[in-house]
């Protein structure tokens, strides 16, 4: 199904997005004199910005697209894969972080090679690489179906020129404007995320004869209010699969493995400032941003249930953000809420561009140079 989305001046506000971060990242490349302060920041930041920025990470272009998929399906469970991280930030928080920030490694493989021998790190080095950049071609990809149907670029030519803008200011700055730019984008991201469930109770409450909230609340059905799915069913969605999915694979992937994520954390000035911010960010940011990736399917379903017709009959799961966005929002504000579809993307893609980064410099380049080369030389491969 094909769906006209975007005026003028959504284009404009996208393109002047775009142009923002690229100068605010490529500003921060000043403070990047060493390998030390390009992959870990100078290890120098408190936790509130570390974790303002981990919500641009963990929130990337395909959660919007995905988790309201999930919603516009299943309703209000569609959160509980944003809940699992709860399980296992412990074991993280007092077990993997102090070992990883004392031992001062400079990446997760070599942390393998101290901890067992160097064919254990060429491996992990390997799959580590294969898993980043399999992540940033779902990022471009996501946000490439995006945006060509507001550009009508041709798909290919729209991931070519997103990886250009995003790597290009991170090029410059490394992890410094990775961190303030992550900054940045998360609180567009979340501000963009509310902004659009405001709009869509707004759009109810205008649209149909209850109050906004009424109207949202009373055109889910009472399987779709249930915060939980059930435990075995349906196939494609239910308690134990979201579980060992998004919380084995997902969250303890994320966590423990993501060496863009453990960058992050490494780049705070102690353990206990790593430790704040990944406490606030699981009992805070999390529950917040499973609300700003998937309230669109939420008002998606409530306003096809309330006003059929506004949503095309065909209108297939994977295109409700983009849909909905497009019908409650206004011309500028629909650019602007895509624009956060771009911060989820870019926040995501410059840490793992930065990790990958790391990972050939440290595991790839240094064990198979010759002689050593200084911090400078270093900073240019």
Same mark, same amino acid.
């Given at each position: 199904?094909?769906?006209?989305?975007?005026?003028?001046?959504?284009?404009?506000?996208?393109?002047?997005?775009?142009?923002?971060?690229?100068?605010?990242?490529?500003?921060?490349?000043?403070?990047?004199?060493?390998?030390?302060?390009?992959?870990?920041?100078?290890?120098?930041?408190?936790?509130?910005?570390? /974790?303002?920025?981990?919500?641009?990470?963990?929130?990337?272009?395909?959660?919007?697209?995905?988790?309201?998929?999930?919603?516009?399906?299943?309703?209000?469970?569609?959160?509980?894969?944003?809940?699992?991280?709860? *399980? *296992?930030?412990?074991?993280?928080?007092?077990?993997?972080?102090?070992?990883?920030?004392? /031992?001062?490694?400079?990446?997760?493989?070599?942390?393998?090679?101290?901890?067992?021998?160097?064919?254990?790190?060429?491996?992990?080095?390997?799959?580590?690489?294969?898993?980043?950049?399999?992540?940033?071609?779902?990022?471009?990809?996501?946000?490439?179906?995006?945006?060509?149907?507001?550009?009508?670029?041709?798909?290919?030519?729209?991931?070519?020129? +997103?990886?250009?803008?995003?790597?290009?200011?991170?090029?410059?700055?490394?992890?410094?404007?990775?961190?303030?730019?992550?900054?940045?984008?998360?609180?567009?991201?979340?501000?963009?995320?509310?902004?659009?469930?405001?709009?869509?109770?707004?759009?109810?409450?205008?649209?149909?004869?209850?109050?906004?909230?009424?109207?949202?609340?009373?055109?889910?059905?009472?399987?779709?209010?249930?915060?939980?799915?059930?435990?075995?069913?349906?196939?494609?969605?239910?308690?134990?699969?979201?579980?060992?999915?998004?919380?084995?694979?997902?969250?303890?992937?994320?966590?423990?493995?993501?060496?863009?994520?453990?960058?992050?954390?490494?780049?705070?000035?102690?353990?206990?400032?790593?430790?704040?911010?990944?406490?606030?960010?699981?009992?805070?940011?999390?529950?917040?941003?499973? +609300?700003?990736?998937?309230?669109?399917?939420?008002?998606?379903?409530?306003?096809?249930?309330?006003?059929?017709?506004?949503?095309?009959?065909?209108?297939?799961?994977?295109?409700?953000?983009?849909?909905?966005?497009?019908?409650?929002?206004?011309?500028?504000?629909?650019?602007? +809420?895509?624009?956060?579809?771009?911060?989820?993307?870019?926040?995501?893609?410059?840490?793992?561009?930065?990790?990958?980064?790391?990972?050939?410099?440290?595991?790839?380049?240094?064990?198979?140079?010759?002689?050593?080369?200084?911090?400078?030389?270093?900073?240019?491969?």
């Amino acid at each position: 199904m094909d769906i006209a989305v975007g005026t003028t001046l959504d284009r404009y506000v996208i393109l002047a997005y775009f142009a923002i971060v690229m100068g605010f990242g490529a500003y921060f490349g000043k403070y990047s004199k060493t390998t030390s302060d390009y992959f870990f920041g100078g290890r120098r930041f408190a936790w509130w910005l570390i /974790t303002i920025s981990i919500v641009a990470t963990g929130v990337g272009s395909h959660s919007f697209v995905k988790y309201s998929t999930k919603a516009y399906q299943y309703g209000l469970s569609s959160t509980m894969a944003y809940m699992n991280d709860w *399980f *296992f930030i412990p074991l993280f928080m007092f077990g993997w972080l102090p070992i990883i920030y004392y /031992t001062k490694v400079r990446s997760i493989p070599e942390y393998f090679e101290r901890r067992f021998n160097r064919s254990a790190r060429y491996l992990a080095t390997g799959m580590i690489l294969l898993y980043m950049i399999g992540y940033i071609a779902i990022q471009f990809l996501t946000l490439a179906t995006a945006l060509y149907r507001i550009y009508g670029i041709p798909l290919m030519m729209t991931v070519i020129l +997103i990886a250009i803008a995003t790597t290009l200011y991170m090029h410059f700055g490394g992890q410094t404007s990775v961190i303030f730019t992550d900054l940045f984008q998360g609180f567009i991201l979340i501000f963009a995320g509310l902004l659009l469930f405001f709009l869509g109770i707004q759009y109810l409450g205008d649209h149909t004869a209850f109050s906004g909230l009424q109207a949202f609340w009373m055109n889910l059905s009472p399987q779709e209010k249930l915060p939980l799915a059930h435990f075995n069913h349906p196939p494609d969605f239910n308690f134990v699969g979201i579980f060992w999915q998004d919380g084995i694979a997902g969250s303890v992937g994320f966590l423990f493995l993501n060496q863009g994520l453990i960058m992050r954390f490494m780049a705070a000035k102690s353990v206990n400032e790593g430790r704040k911010a990944a406490a606030f960010n699981v009992l805070f940011i999390l529950p917040i941003s499973a +609300i700003v990736v998937s309230n669109a399917g939420w008002i998606g379903r409530a306003i096809s249930t309330a006003l059929p017709g506004v949503l095309p009959d065909d209108l297939a799961a994977n295109d409700v953000f983009v849909a909905v966005t497009n019908v409650v929002s206004a011309p500028g504000v629909f650019g602007f +809420i895509i624009a956060a579809l771009c911060a989820a993307l870019m926040s995501t893609a410059d840490t793992l561009v930065n990790a990958s980064s790391a990972i050939i410099v440290n595991d790839i380049y240094r064990p198979l140079a010759k002689k050593v080369r200084s911090e400078k030389a270093e900073l240019q491969l």
